[in-house]
């Protein structure tokens, strides 16, 4: 029997602690003053809502999503990690969500198979 499991599990569950480590983040830990606490989490979370979203319906879409979106999360915590040093475990954490995101793309491309029936990009001819 096949197992439901999946590393794409593997990048929804990242795709979620990294919407769970903005609140913290920003939300609690390190808040930003009074006034740009609200857009502040708006503009965190708001990005990585359609990924979860998504992948509610289509686990592989889904986690594409939060990927291409992670890209953006990526390049902040590098740029936290290099300029805030009371953030930067946080940052760290940050980047290693990102890249289990990209992880579990990376890994799922390389072991996805097209179903039988399918035709070939090329119409079914060869290259030659």
């Known amino acids: 029997m096949k197992s439901r499991w ?3 599990h593997a990048g929804v569950l990242a ?3 990294l919407l769970v480590l903005q609140i ?3 939300g609690w830990l390190l808040p930003p003053p009074a006034g740009q606490r609200w857009p502040t989490l708006a503009l965190a979370l708001l990005p990585l809502v359609p990924g ?3 992948a509610h319906r289509n686990l592989r879409r889904g986690v594409l999503v939060g990927g ?3 890209l953006f999360y990526f390049c902040h915590g590098v740029s936290a990690a290099y300029t805030n040093a009371t953030a930067r475990w946080l940052a760290f954490a940050e980047i290693t ?3 289990i995101i990209i992880a579990a793309l990376g890994w799922d491309a390389r072991h996805y198979q097209r179903k039988k ?3 070939s990009p090329a119409g079914g001819k060869g290259l030659g």
């Open 24 to 26: 913290l983040w920003h």
């Open 6 to 8: 999946n590393i794409l």
């Open 15 to 17: 795709l979620a602690a």
């Open 117 to 119: 029936d399918s035709p």
């Open 68 to 70: 291409i979106v992670g």
């Open 97 to 99: 969500l990102t890249l």
């Open 52 to 54: 979860v979203w998504i």
